[in-house]
Structure formats: C-alpha cells, structure tokens
C-alpha cells in the first residue's frame, strides 16, 4: 500500500509537475468568517492534479510498458493528466471517453497527442471495450484513484501544503479536499499523516453524489444512488475506492457536502477574488469553507482547488448568473 | 534614482507579498507558435503587481509619515496596492479615484480600509483635490510609477523571473511587459540587466495608446493623442515617467501594441489554457506574443501578466463572445 515513502519518490521522479502557490484574499477570508487557504492545482499542468498521479504511474511502468502504452477510462482531467505524461515519457496513450464528455476535454485530450476512443454510456459497455483495447495492443490500464502509485503522486500536493501552511502560520485546521473516488484525499492524508499531523484531510463533495461522506459515516464503502446529475462532472464517482477508503476511514474527518449552486458560487469566489480559474467539481471544498463554516472548526481552514477545465457557458453561468 | 541594489534592498523589505508563479501551456505555445511563458502577477495580493511598488514605498517612509498617512491617485490597481500595503503598516490612506472607475475597483479599495473619494474626470481638477486633502492631512503621496521606490517595488518582479526563467531553461528572450507609466518596465528592465542581460524587456501598450513605444522610437516623451478609448483601463497612461523613460530608453527593446480585441483573446487564452483571470490591460504583453510574433525573435517568449480585476461584464465579453 501507499505510504509516505511511496508518496516521496513518486515527488522525486516528478518532472514538470509544479508547485502550485497557496492562495488568499482578504475579501474571501471575509466571505467565509475565518482564513481561508486554496491550494490552487487548477494551475497544475494539464489544469488538474490529475497529472500528478499520471506521472506517478507512468514514471513506475518498466521501459517496456512504456513503449507498448497506457489506457485510461475518464471523462476528463485523468484523461489529460494521462495523455500529457504518457507523452512526455514518449509512451501511446488510449483514453476511452463517454461521447457526452465536455467538448473542451475531449479536446484537451486529443491535443496532447492521446488517441480518444468514445463510447456511448447508455449503451456501450465501457470496460470491455477497454479490455478488449488493452488486450489487442498490450496497453497498461492508468487507474483513475485506486492504484498505489497514483494515490503516490497525487499525496505530493500533501508534501507541498505540510511547508506552505506551515510557512502562512497555521497550526491545526481541516484541508477540505474534493473527492471523487479518493485518490487526491487520501494521498494527501497520508502525506499531512507524516509530514503535518495538524492538518486533517475532510473529504468535500456534490449533494447527492457524497458517497465518501455516507461511507466514511456508515463504516463501509456505499453507492450513489445516481450516476449523473450534478454540474460537478470532475468528481462523480460511484463509490469511494478499495484502496482509498480504508486510508480516509483512519485518517480523514466527516465529509462535506455541498449544492451545484453552492459550488458556482465557489467559482464565482474564485474568479473574483483569487483571479484563478476552477470547475465546479474543483470548487467543492471551496463551496464548503464559504457555506458549511458551522461545520468546520479553528481560525483558518485550508482548501484544494482541485482543477480547472471548465467550460465556457458553466464559467459564464458561474461568474454571471446567466446561461449564454 | 533606482538601481538593483534598491531593487534587492525593496525585496528584502516585502511582506506579505506572492513570488508568483511562471506558468505555461502547450496550447498555449501552440497559439503563439514558440514556447510562451507567463509572469502571473494576476495571482498577487490584491490582484496586481500594483501592491509590490506600494509597499516598497510606503516602507521606506518614515514613522511619523506612516502615522500621518498617505494619499494615492489612481483608477484602480494602485489604488488597491496602497490601499493593501498602507493597512499592513497600520497607515492611513486617502485614494482618489474617477467616479466612473469600475466598480470592483473601487469597492476593492474600500475594502482594504481606505477613504475613497471620487472626483468627475470630466468637471474637477484631480491633482488640486488630492494637493488639498494633503495639506489639510499631512498625507504622502504615492506616485503610481514615477517613484524610485515604486520602482524598485516593481522590480522584484524582475528577480524572480530572472530565476525562474532560468530555471525553465530559456537564454536569450523578450519579456513583454503591460506598459502605461512604465513603473513595473522600467523596474523590470533593471532587475534583468543585473540578474539576466539575456533577457530583454520590451513595454506592451494599447493601440492608440502607446505612448512608450513612440517615444523610445522617438527619443523622447511623447503624449497620446487620446486619454481615454480602450477596454484596457488599468494602462492608460497620458506619457512615460521622467524617471521611467530614460531606463526604458537605455535597456528596452521596442515597444508592441494590440488593439482591444486581441487583448481580448489573450484574456480568453489565459482563461483556457492557463486558468487564470487577468484583465485586458493586464493582458496585452500576451496578446503581443499571440498576434505580434512576426516582431519578436527566438524560439521563447516571457510575458507578464499584471493583473486580474475585471469587471464581470468585460470578462464575459472575453470568454464568450458576448456582452452579458
């Protein structure tokens, strides 16, 4: 399993991942009653974390893995976190994507030189469409979250946030992370476990689709009741991971969760006040620092901005309240 | 007048201030046609570079005129500088703004603590208002950019890329530099002729509007034939500083200029491929890179972003296509 060691060499054998800043706004500490910190990896290359964990798995693959390719299933920022770094390792990469998938991922996707295989969801069974891929070509499956080294590589913004919130003088506080199947939130638990015990990972995530909330309550991995429906494409995942849930079960706090227009209002924060550029699904645990505060304790409360693919007429409707 | 040795002095004086980040995009690159890297001022506190000039000044005041305060004139990100930096030092500031300054920039000012107090650019004489309201205070000015401290505050900005611009592997390239009274420029090209010669800057300006880079073509101040008549507000300068020329005069290279609508789609680029919020005059060292290639030479090109408070209207605009 993933530990802090594996989160330290999967930092070692990054190559150009940044070290996304830590971001502030008076007029957003205002907003939400106490000091709010974003960690902002929707400046991450690739606009997501996403690319961490790529780098992380492709960096672990043997050189002839590498030469035969990689195959990942996602609707979006593991889909260009995915094609960038198998690119950069000069590795092909297949990434099956649903048809309906935003426009601007599908083409970020592509521009990075990837092969986009689409798939319809209602009626085309993605996995064995994805197998059958994989089996053709020789192609190595890149988890989405529940793979060690991908959990590795994105526990590196963990490393990252222990020195920079120490460095802005907080001590204790939650680091509100949006979470989708987990990888992102417990690579970070398992970094700050090490590295900054002060700082207790709380899952963040769309009403309705706050699977990590429910199981971190209930003591067991549960469902969504629906698959789609909320603006927060980045992050909805059915259920927490096997591999994730059991490090967020010993390390994380009470989930949070939060309404789409909870997290366009996040957005709007965001642009507003920060001058950075998030999608909903990356705006959650922004959307709970501004409007679950009740839930929350201490003077300060960290956030991670977790990416920022978003589509025009969603950023449009977030900044101006208006459908163009 | 400024030299590095101020420059390094003003650095070591700085609190509170972002080392922002050199961001870049393979769009991007794609867009421009060489590789782009981008100065991300947009990110610093109170969304412009604006807030390192002022606190260099306002730092090198004495007691007694940090306890009497300061007073500032300016239509918007000068403002919100002082306004920042003036309460961090416990002083009071007096900004005098356009009535007609946009909104956000004004109520930026506001809250940050200082008295704001709008003058009609059309009926009332700025300069006999704000000497008026000094005398009765016993406020210091901060100039906006001809100011050897302002200058030096700038200049920061050129130490940090001189580094980071080495340490993506880029030599010898332009840095485009948003140009009204040259301030951030000037600063800029001091701190590379000690850290960088390698590095040239070059003032990006405003179609109609560019008063710097006639005169370095001249030899001399020239003024702009219009005052206002730009969507880039924030770097409408009526001619270069008597301090500022003559540094760009020595170190620049020419001047570039892009009309409202490229600086536009530099917004939008910004917004797609970067995922941050810069605004239109904040945005024209990039539109240069994007649409004035032909006149700049080597395989990389450095712009500056300088700042991020957009109305909503003008960023919708932008992304979209449309006015809202």
Same mark, same amino acid.
């Given at each position: 399993?993933? $530990?802090?060691?594996?989160?330290?060499?999967?930092?070692?054998?990054?190559?150009?991942?940044?070290?996304? /800043?830590?971001?502030?706004?008076?007029?957003?500490?205002?907003?939400?009653?106490?000091?709010?910190? !974003?960690?902002?990896?929707?400046?991450?290359?690739?606009?997501?974390?996403?690319?961490?964990?790529? %780098?992380?798995?492709?960096?672990?693959?043997?050189?002839?893995?590498?030469?035969?390719?990689?195959?990942?299933?996602?609707?979006?920022?593991?889909?260009?976190?995915?094609? %960038?770094?198998?690119?950069?390792?000069?590795?092909?990469?297949?990434?099956?994507?649903?048809? @309906?998938?935003?426009? +601007?991922?599908?083409?970020?996707?592509?521009?990075?030189?990837?092969?986009?295989?689409?798939?319809?969801?209602?009626?085309?069974?993605? $996995?064995?469409?994805?197998?059958?891929?994989?089996?053709?070509?020789?192609?190595?499956?890149?988890? /989405?979250?529940? @793979?060690?080294? !991908?959990?590795?590589?994105?526990?590196?913004?963990?490393?990252?946030?222990?020195?920079?919130?120490?460095?802005?003088? !907080?001590?204790? #506080?939650?680091?509100?992370?949006?979470?989708?199947?987990?990888?992102?939130?417990?690579?970070? #638990?398992?970094?700050?476990?090490?590295?900054?015990?002060?700082?207790? +990972?709380?899952?963040?995530?769309?009403?309705?689709?706050?699977?990590?909330?429910?199981?971190?309550?209930?003591?067991?991995?549960?469902?969504?009741?629906?698959?789609?429906?909320?603006?927060? $494409?980045?992050?909805?995942?059915?259920?927490?991971?096997?591999?994730?849930? /059991?490090?967020?079960?010993?390390? #994380?706090?009470?989930?949070?969760?939060?309404?789409? @227009?909870?997290?366009?209002?996040?957005?709007?924060?965001?642009?507003?006040?920060?001058?950075? +550029?998030?999608?909903?699904?990356?705006?959650?645990?922004?959307?709970?620092?501004?409007?679950?505060?009740?839930?929350?304790?201490?003077?300060?409360?960290?956030?991670? #901005?977790?990416?920022?693919?978003?589509?025009?007429?969603?950023?449009?409707?977030?900044?101006?309240?208006?459908? /163009?």
């Amino acid at each position: 399993m993933t $530990d802090v060691a594996a989160i330290r060499a999967a930092a070692r054998r990054l190559r150009g991942i940044r070290a996304t /800043p830590l971001l502030a706004a008076t007029g957003l500490d205002r907003l939400a009653g106490r000091r709010v910190l !974003v960690k902002a990896e929707c400046l991450q290359v690739t606009g997501s974390f996403k690319a961490r964990g790529a %780098w992380a798995a492709i960096s672990a693959l043997s050189d002839a893995q590498r030469r035969q390719g990689v195959l990942a299933y996602s609707s979006g920022n593991h889909a260009q976190g995915v094609a %960038w770094a198998a690119a950069a390792h000069g590795a092909p990469a297949v990434i099956v994507m649903p048809s @309906d998938a935003p426009a +601007v991922k599908i083409e970020g996707t592509e521009a990075y030189g990837a092969e986009v295989v689409l798939y319809d969801r209602g009626h085309e069974d993605r $996995d064995a469409l994805g197998a059958g891929l994989a089996a053709e070509r020789g192609l190595t499956l890149v988890p /989405p979250f529940d @793979d060690p080294e !991908v959990i590795a590589g994105q526990g590196t913004v963990g490393l990252e946030l222990a020195e920079q919130v120490r460095g802005a003088g !907080v001590g204790r #506080a939650d680091v509100l992370v949006p979470c989708g199947g987990g990888g992102l939130s417990a690579g970070i #638990a398992l970094a700050l476990e090490a590295e900054a015990p002060e700082l207790r +990972v709380r899952p963040a995530e769309p009403a309705g689709f706050d699977d990590m909330a429910r199981s971190l309550a209930g003591g067991e991995r549960l469902t969504n009741p629906a698959a789609i429906g909320s603006i927060c $494409d980045a992050i909805l995942t059915p259920r927490p991971g096997a591999l994730t849930f /059991p490090v967020l079960q010993r390390l #994380a706090g009470p989930g949070l969760a939060v309404s789409d @227009d909870e997290a366009l209002a996040a957005v709007e924060a965001a642009f507003r006040h920060l001058h950075v +550029v998030v999608e909903p699904g990356g705006a959650v645990a922004l959307a709970a620092a501004l409007f679950r505060g009740e839930a929350i304790a201490g003077d300060a409360v960290v956030c991670v #901005a977790s990416g920022g693919n978003v589509a025009t007429e969603t950023f449009v409707r977030a900044i101006s309240g208006r459908t /163009p």
